[in-house]
């Protein structure tokens, strides 16, 4: 079977839909990712990483979503969507959704939820869209690591 053709792969705070005439609106798009190192005393109880987030921070920054655009899709067709380090190209997270059309003419879209993307080290990280396998395309995230303040 034909692969999908995929027009977007957009990150993002928020992606609303317009009730009234169905149409997203995809809101603080980014790929850039600021984290910052634990502070010296929390460094002694977590000496790796970045900091971990607070309750309050994690429902302050939400979690991300990913905004897909596709053409080409035949019937239902299974699709997995992938976090990777580009460092080592291990696989920090992934999963697997379905988009479905009748009609491969038609524009398809989709809205993933994701949950905070893990940082392990400043550097280029992916998001990839695969179809049975075949990567179908990807969005490059660079994290920067803040000075202290």
């Given at each position: ?68 655009s596709l053409t080409d899709v035949r019937g239902t067709m299974p699709l997995d969507l992938r976090y990777v380090d ?64």
């Amino acid at each position: 079977m034909p692969q999908p053709v995929l027009q977007a792969l957009i990150l993002a705070d928020h992606v609303y839909q317009d009730r009234d005439t169905g149409k997203k609106v995809i809101a603080g798009t980014f790929n850039v990712l600021r984290f910052s190192r634990p502070s010296l005393q929390a460094a002694e109880t977590s000496p790796t990483g970045p900091r971990p987030l607070r309750p309050a921070e994690v429902m302050k920054a939400g979690s991300p979503m990913v905004y897909l655009s596709l053409t080409d899709v035949r019937g239902t067709m299974p699709l997995d969507l992938r976090y990777v380090d580009l460092a080592n190209n291990e696989v920090l997270m992934h999963g697997k959704f379905q988009v479905q059309s009748e009609d491969p003419l038609r524009t398809v879209e989709a809205v993933v939820a994701v949950p905070p993307l893990p940082i392990r080290h400043p550097g280029a990280y992916a998001l990839e869209l695969l179809y049975e396998d075949e990567l179908l395309g990807a969005l490059r995230i660079t994290a920067v690591e803040m000075p202290d303040a």
